[in-house]
């Protein structure tokens, strides 16, 4: 971990105690005192979802029943949330950070990932400058604080928005990282859960820092290929990229992570044909959902559901590269079909789901193929306009007509199943 | 805390605004709850800010009514001020 001259600047840039922040700066009343923000408490179980600086040294914790954070802290103000309020400030914040660069990626609704490495000479040239200039503008222009990291990746980034809260800036630098990272208790690294920490503790390693030099042969065998990413983090070399989203939008609770539908078919699949009507006619719903959101995916998913006892599996595979032809979806979704399931009356199938995953937006870089035909896409674009004008059913695949049952069926509007719940029931 | 003023309240307030080709939103005047009506002067800065008076933030809009600065919040889509609450008026 020698200093590279290449090293990126990035910010992690964390609300403090958010919910029970906002209230705050929204009642001026509730200043200084211990405040929680929890759900649902007429119904006996109600949790705290946020606790307000104040209301710590009374050992409230979050996620703990507020009958329990009641009896620690006696006179505690508990609010229900008000979540149009807390997108609102998360979407002002985030204006903010894109005055500062246009790659702001958000990790739920008050921690953001800012990469300034291009453009922290368009701002004073030093990244402490630019924090404090952050830090001073949240402040004024919405009332509450924030803590920021600073690092040379997302990892260290997020470590120092971590390292000193509230309303702190602290700097992870290729002098100090030795002493502030590495000497960190290994559950303060991002992705280090409960069950990883005990792991990690029965083998002896205590420390980030430890972390970053346990052997190959340790990691592989207590997690796999999970171990050596966790390494590369306490090595500072992770080299995941801060993610660029629609600026326009400034908002964090439209990111999505997959599209996806799945149908019970209207008979049980016992053949080839009907499983491939079934199979194409829900890649193009996902597909054009997909389309409609501005995002390509990288990852085909299908899920398969017995006729027999109803149990499912699914499969997956990653594409060459990212996409959102519906012919690619499909096609890929029906190998994945084929390669793992027989389509016989042996084995009835009673329900399907497509799903695609690793979504990354359209309009940003992409690597493209020499060997695709790009003209795919823009026949689909061409499809989705005559859909949005006349109707889904005004233009259907030949193949989706081989299946009486689901002739006429629009797919994408009467059917939108959550593929979460077809996937996980 | 200033003579003759308790405490200030988040008072929502009727505003004529005028809204030019580049979306800039200028305030022309406030209507008070009781009916009356002032112009405003002159719009002397423009900023968002967090009203830490009364809670809450918007654009804040300094103004000039009748010789005096006030503050005027515009929350998207309603206007504010910090009103005065007098001493003795609870």
């Given amino acids: 971990m020698d200093p590279v001259?290449?090293?990126?600047?990035?910010?992690?840039?964390?609300?403090?105690?958010?919910?029970?922040?906002?209230?705050?700066?929204?009642?001026?009343?509730?200043?200084?005192?211990?405040?929680?923000?929890?759900?649902?408490?007429?119904?006996?179980?109600?949790?705290?979802?946020?606790?307000?600086?104040?209301?710590?040294?009374?050992?409230?914790?979050?996620?703990?029943?507020?009958?329990?954070?009641r009896q620690k802290c006696p006179g505690l103000i508990v609010l229900p949330p008000h979540y149009h309020?807390?997108?609102?400030?998360?979407?002002?914040?985030?204006?903010?950070?894109?005055?500062?660069?246009?790659?702001?990626?958000?990790?739920?609704?008050?921690?953001?990932?800012?990469?300034?490495?291009?453009?922290?000479?368009?701002?004073?040239?030093?990244?402490?400058?630019?924090?404090?200039?952050?830090?001073?503008?949240?402040?004024?222009?919405?009332?509450?604080?924030?803590?920021?990291?600073?690092?040379?990746?997302?990892?260290?980034?997020?470590?120092?928005s971590d390292y000193k809260k509230p309303d702190a800036i602290t700097q992870i630098t290729r002098e100090n990282y030795r002493e502030i990272f590495w000497g960190a208790p290994v559950r303060d690294l991002l992705y280090v859960g409960r069950a990883t920490e005990r792991k990690l503790h029965a083998a002896g390693i205590e420390t980030i820092g430890?972390?970053?030099?346990?052997?190959?042969?340790?990691?592989?065998?207590?997690?796999?290929?999970?171990?050596?990413?966790?390494?590369?983090?306490?090595?500072?070399?992770?080299?995941?990229?801060?993610?660029?989203?629609?600026?326009?939008?400034?908002?964090?609770?439209?990111?999505?992570?997959?599209?996806?539908?799945?149908?019970?078919?209207?008979?049980?699949?016992?053949?080839?044909?009907?499983?491939?009507?079934?199979?194409?006619?829900?890649?193009?719903?996902?597909?054009?959902?997909?389309?409609?959101?501005?995002?390509?995916?990288?990852?085909?998913?299908?899920?398969?559901?017995?006729?027999?006892d109803l149990t499912y599996y699914t499969r997956q595979m990653h594409l060459g590269a990212s996409t959102a032809a519906t012919m690619v979806i499909a096609d890929s979704a029906w190998q994945l079909l084929v390669d793992n399931q027989p389509l016989d009356e042996e084995h009835a199938v009673r329900g399907l789901a497509v799903r695609v995953t690793s979504l990354i937006p359209s309009n940003g870089n992409r690597q493209l193929s020499f060997f695709k035909d790009h003209a795919q896409e823009d026949l689909d674009h061409a499809i989705d306009g005559l859909r949005q004008r006349f109707g889904n059913t005004c233009i259907q695949r030949g193949i989706e007509l081989t299946d009486e049952a689901l002739?006429?069926?629009?797919?994408?509007?009467?059917?939108?199943v959550h593929p979460v719940g077809y996937l996980h029931r | 805390m200033v003579q003759g003023i308790a405490h200030r309240k988040k008072q929502y307030v009727e505003v004529t605004a005028l809204h030019d080709e580049e979306g800039l939103v200028a305030p022309l005047a406030i209507k008070w709850e009781d009916g009356r009506r002032f112009e405003i002067d002159e719009v002397l800065d423009r900023r968002r800010a967090a009203a830490l008076k009364v809670g809450g933030t918007g654009t804040?809009?300094?103004v000039r009514i009748g010789g005096r600065e006030t503050f005027l919040y515009y929350e998207d889509p309603r206007w504010f001020v910090e009103a005065i609450v007098p001493d003795g008026a609870a």
């Fill in chain 1, 85 to 160: 309020l807390y997108k609102r400030y998360s979407k002002i914040a985030r204006a903010i950070y894109y005055d500062y660069t246009d790659l702001v990626e958000p990790f739920g609704l008050d921690e953001n990932w800012l990469d300034i490495t291009s453009t922290v000479q368009l701002h004073g040239g030093s990244a402490l400058l630019v924090a404090r200039e952050i830090s001073e503008r949240i402040k004024a222009e919405l009332g509450v604080t924030v803590s920021i990291g600073i690092g040379w990746d997302k990892i260290t980034a997020k470590f120092g």
């Fill in chain 1, 407 to 416: 002739l006429g069926l629009d797919i994408k509007n009467d059917n939108t």
């Fill in chain 1, 5 to 69: 001259l290449s090293d990126r600047i990035i910010l992690h840039v964390d609300m403090n105690s958010f919910y029970a922040s906002v209230e705050q700066a929204e009642h001026p009343e509730l200043r200084g005192k211990p405040v929680v923000v929890g759900g649902e408490e007429d119904r006996r179980h109600g949790i705290v979802l946020t606790k307000s600086i104040e209301a710590k040294p009374y050992g409230i914790k979050t996620a703990e029943a507020l009958w329990e954070a």
């Fill in chain 2, 60 to 62: 804040r809009y300094l």
């Fill in chain 1, 210 to 308: 430890q972390l970053a030099h346990a052997s190959d042969g340790y990691l592989q065998r207590t997690f796999g290929k999970i171990g050596f990413m966790l390494r590369s983090f306490a090595r500072g070399e992770d080299t995941t990229t801060v993610k660029s989203y629609d600026a326009r939008r400034c908002d964090v609770a439209r990111q999505i992570k997959s599209y996806g539908n799945g149908l019970t078919a209207p008979h049980d699949i016992t053949c080839e044909r009907d499983a491939k009507a079934l199979i194409y006619l829900l890649a193009e719903s996902v597909a054009q959902r997909l389309r409609e959101g501005g995002m390509r995916a990288k990852t085909v998913a299908i899920a398969v559901r017995d006729a027999e």
